[in-house]
Structure formats: C-alpha cells, structure tokens
C-alpha cells in the first residue's frame, strides 16, 4: 500500500479514513475520541497520536500501523526494528538457485536432525536470532538441494522439510525491514507444503501463512486462509497424530487472534475454546515445537486475545491466573510478557508494564528487541513520569532503542 510520503500525517490520515469508508464520527466512536478529534488529527491542529493510539487507528482503519508510523521519521525506524547482521546471508540462501547434480543431496534423516536442533536452539538460546542466523543459510541451501535431488516419496518428504525450513526463515526475518522477503518465503513454503501432500507441512504452512495476513493488516484473507486450512485438516486431525492434532489447535488459535483484532469477541472466544479443547487432549508435558500449541501455552492465548479485544482488565486478569515460567521456550516466555506489558499499559499502570518487559528481556533480549509493541511502549515510556523513566530508558538502552 502506498504509504503517501509526500502528505502530512493528518493528510494521509484522511486518505486512508476515506478509502475506509468511515466518517470522522464513526473513527472516533471507534477509537474511544470524538469526530472533533479526528478533524484536529487530519487538519494538523495537534501533534499525531502516540503510537498506541495509532495500532488503535490503524486496526479500525485495517492498515499495518507502520503505514501511519512513517511520518514519525526515527522513531518510525526504531518502532519497526533493526536489519539483523545474518539478514543478508539469510537472504542469500533464500534466493540461492540451486540446480540438480551441483553436489550430492544430505540424506533426509541428517536434514530432519540439523532442522530439530534448529529448533532447539530457537526456543532455548537467549539471543534466538543471532543463532538462526548462524543456522539457517546452509540448511537452506541444503534443503533446497534435497527437493531437487530425490524423486517419488523421498521427493514429497524433502518438500515437507524444505517447506518447515522456509516457516523458521519466517520467525527470523519477521520484524525486520524485509517485506519482500517475508512474503517469499511464505508463500514458497505454502507451495512446497502443498506438493508434499504431507498434512502435517500444511498446517504448518498455514500458520505462518495466516500470520503474515494479520501482521500486514489484511485480517479478512488471514482468516480465510486459515479456515481453509482447518476445514481441510478436520477430519485427519482428529484421527492423526497427536502432532497433526495441535497443529489443527494452534491454527483455531489463529482464527481467535484474528477475529480478536478485528474487534468480533464472541468469534474470538469461541475459536480459543475450540483450541483448549484441542488443548486439553494433549500429553500434559507435549510442546509442539513450530507453533509452540501446548496445554501451557493456552492461558497465554488467552492474554494475548483480551489485549487484541482491547479489553486489558480482562488480560491482566488472565496472565495473573498462570506462570510464565512454566513457557519452556525463551521467546515465547519473553512474548507473553510483552503482552502482558501490553495489557497493562492499556489501565496505564507503567510500572507493572515496565516490570514486564523487563522480565521479558531477561528471558530473551533479542525478542524484546524485535518486538514491535515491547519497542512502542518502552518509547512512550521514556517520557512518563519518573518513577518509570529511568527503568525505560535502562531497558531502551539495553534494546539499542536510545544510546
């Protein structure tokens, strides 16, 4: 989407409100201010919104807050987050073209084994990022050379393991100036999915798929894709593996998140209790590993949908029922409690939003930051009161928000 430079924020607010098709008073209804207030904003009468209340503009507005972000110039770039230093040869093995017979194929078994312990070292390893990004450009190259490489079944496994390669590309280029490239290696690991047959790589596939939608704004093809999905895998679901089984979960977590963003609560709830339910027939000790769908993990969906509902009493209320210690991964720990940060900020308790994000950056700093919301309020934070300005701007410092 154009994100029209040349005008003013309140200009390109106005653009982007009418291609909407709202009025000033239904923005406002929208955004808890009134009509008066919108006009002030478009007219530039006052100073744009602070960023939580542009994420509330755009989701009304259904546009990626970056769209209305860049007229804040450096702040912009700091709220979107850094080009990691392994970005390059991440994206150099994603556009390798490998041909057949350049060197022999690595067996399946020994691809399956460097993939699992990719795995491992993203849910363990405290700077996550840093670790993919020594991992993942030869497993690439060497995925893409085993899809060539085999024919018949081997041919269709060699897909399905390409294709969970290209969804752990995903986790590492996601918040970084790569659009393009995102979008590249979702879409080549829906396909590759797909030509496996492997039900399993499709789910996978799905979800990160879905994820994309969502996170540029496009809400309604984020839920169409991952309903396809579910409605296809039902049935295998429910008489496949235990694996298939919380893969079909972590996609009604999904559905959930997305119709929590788009404001439909009663959607959104019920998607989540399909998804405990899912949930609940697991071993108590299963950790699905791509999606991280677990019996533990619910009560941290279900922070994560209050906050996307607005409704931030409700996920305060709910992070205080469950411990985020007991997340064995690093950044999903450090994930929700960025989220709960979020629900915090939103009853405007600094110093509990604060508290949470520095425990999320003890558990992993390099979620803290990439992060875009864990990077907006520890901004905003920085010109609170007192009692919190030092602890942000400790925190900032630590993230290489300010130096």
């Given at each position: 989407m154009d994100s029209l430079p040349e005008l003013t924020f309140g200009q390109r607010l106005k653009v982007y409100r009418e291609r909407s098709g709202k009025t000033r008073a239904v923005l406002g209804g929208l955004v808890g201010r009134s009509a008066e207030w919108v006009k002030a904003v478009e007219t530039d009468r006052i100073l744009p919104p602070r960023i939580h209340m542009l994420d509330r503009i755009a989701r009304a507005l259904k546009i990626d807050v970056s769209v209305l972000a860049v007229e804040l110039g450096d702040r912009s770039t700091a709220i979107n987050g850094p080009e990691h230093p392994a970005l390059v040869s991440v994206r150099d093995a994603v556009n390798h073209v490998a041909f057949?017979?350049?060197?022999?194929?690595?067996?399946?078994?020994?691809?399956?084994?460097?993939?699992?312990?990719?795995?491992r070292a993203r849910h363990q390893a405290a700077d996550h990022r840093t670790a993919l990004g020594g991992l993942l450009p030869g497993l690439l190259r060497d995925g893409q050379r085993a899809v060539l490489a085999y024919e018949s079944d081997e041919r269709r496994q060699a897909q399905a393991l390409w294709a969970e390669m290209l969804g752990l590309a995903q986790m590492f280029i996601a918040y970084q100036p790569a659009a393009e490239l995102l979008w590249r290696v979702t879409d080549r690991a829906m396909v590759a999915a797909q030509e496996s047959g492997d039900p399993e790589a499709i789910a996978r596939a799905g979800w990160f798929l879905g994820q994309v939608h969502r996170d540029a704004g496009d809400w309604d093809t984020a839920m169409v894709v991952t309903l396809d999905v579910l409605s296809a895998l039902e049935t295998q679901a429910v008489d496949g593996s235990t694996n298939l089984l919380a893969l079909w979960g972590a996609l009604n977590v999904e559905a959930a998140y997305t119709a929590a963003r788009a404001g439909e609560e009663g959607r959104a709830w019920r998607y989540w209790d399909r998804a405990d339910q899912v949930a609940q027939r697991l071993p108590e000790s299963f950790y699905q590993p791509q999606t991280s769908f677990s019996r533990v993990i619910m009560g941290p969906h279900a922070v994560t949908v209050a906050v996307e509902l607005q409704k931030p009493g409700e996920a305060v209320r709910q992070a205080r029922r469950h411990d985020a210690a007991a997340i064995p991964s690093r950044p999903r720990r450090a994930r929700h409690l960025i989220e709960v940060a979020r629900a915090h900020y939103g009853k405007d308790d600094r110093e509990s939003a604060v508290a949470m994000l520095r425990q999320a950056y003890e558990s992993a700093p390099e979620t803290i930051r990439y992060n875009g919301y864990a990077r907006q309020i520890t901004l905003d934070l920085l010109e609170g009161p007192r009692s919190t300005r030092d602890d942000a701007r400790d925190l900032a410092a630590r993230a290489g928000l300010v130096f």
């Open positions: 057949s017979g350049d060197t022999p194929a690595e067996s399946l078994s020994s691809l399956r084994e460097r993939l699992a312990m990719a795995w």
